[in-house]
């Protein structure tokens, strides 16, 4: 093929004016129905072999229409599974969908500006350092935090952990005597990011929970002396801002005193609870939390905006700096001003996408104040969606909610609990109304509601509730 035949077929990928708004329209009318149709949709779609149908669609030489190919998306990806803007999504922690974000992240991929290195994308490397200094001043940190908008939580641990690592000046053969402190509600994610970081011979403390799923402080302290008295190295001491099985969140202000008596670094899993501390009821409810060494929030959980986005904050920028930045001959040179940090200089990610976008646009066209709104009003519905739940049959309460997440079993008239809990789920499954998950605590099998989507209103907890009380009389009847 000669070189202008080449050029030819490659312009397909490089389409004019007119063939842009054609496929711009037929995507954005996609989206609006999705939008339109939100709150009219099931939150669980189960089928048997879900998004099997797309191997059937095989890549080819020539392409489709992009009528077919939507129709290919709707059918095989966005319909089955769970409905990831619905407000009666109350599973794991639910996600959410807002115009603005997914605005935000169009305009991000639009225009593809690299958000890795100052030199070449400044702007875009500002907008992110100026939201990780909203987000520090927001929640109580001091000047001079920095930190990184990472793809999520798993991601924001590990660069927490590593400047942890790094500020403590551990070399390998130290590894088998660091003490790492958790509870037993601690997300599965730290001692990944743990391993991740090298650290997998580390002690892993796991410190017994109280009858509300927070961490024990007695045991605590007790683990702690044992390490130091056996010669060990107290090192990492990670509470949790709003634990995933129930919403617990660790005694934080204790954990504090705890990490600077004993010269810990206090890493908190937030990701899940953090930003509840933006309106007044949430910041009670996270006192101490502001002490943490390094911080994790997700913005796509408590700020509502598309998956992929995660903030990990750290109050010490050099050891930050020492676990991540590196020189290379075809960089420029740092500047200076560490006060526009480049974001490759505290994460592993160096193709990095412009993806505070999809925080700062919703920020600036809406303000924060409805962000604050909504977040008052999951924990209020949550507070709301425990009373309700208490008119139902059989209600075993197990864990009220700390923030907007519970735990409870609905108990059958004989038989095995455990097994009645699946029984309900797999009819509440096959209506698909709501969405709800499922956890163990103790020995116990556990229904589970997240209050946290922002379209989840009022009327969604009633209809959750009524969807809860049909799936009982279903089960005890079957």
Known sequence: MDLETLEH????LDPDAPQRASLASYVMEYAERHWSGVEGALAFVQQSHPGAGLAEHAFREEGRPISEVLSILEREVDTPGAHGGSGRHFAFIPPSTQIAGALGDY???????YAGYFFAGPGAVRMENLLLHWMARELGFPQGTHGNLPAGGSLAHIIGICAAREAAGFKAADTPKICVYLSDQAHHCIAKALRV????????RVIASDDHFRMRMDRLQAAIQQDVAAGNRPWLLAPTAGTTNSGAVDPLEECAHIAARYGLWM?????YGAFFALC???KQRLVGQHQSDSLVADPHKGLFCPFGIGAVLVKHL???RRAHAYAADYLPTPPDDLNELSPTESTLEFSKHARALRLWL????????PFRAALEEKLRLAQYAWEKLQSLKGFDPVAAPQLSVMAFRLLPPSGDPDAFQQDLLANLYREGRVFLSSTRL???????????ALRTHREHVDEAIDCLARAYKQAITN
Do not use: W, Y
Request: glycine residues 12%; hydrophobic residues 45%; negative net charge.
């Open 9 to 12: 077929i490659a312009r397909q």
């Open 107 to 113: 305009l991000a991929a639009s225009t593809n500006k």
């Open 197 to 204: 970081a090298g650290l997998g011979e580390a002690r892993l």
């Open 267 to 271: 890493h908190t899993d937030g990701a």
């Open 280 to 282: 007044e009821e949430g």
């Open 318 to 320: 050099d050891p930050l």
């Open 362 to 369: 919703p920020l600036m066209l809406f303000g924060v104040s």
């Open 442 to 452: 103790g020995d116990r099998l556990c229904l589970r509601l997240a209050v946290l």
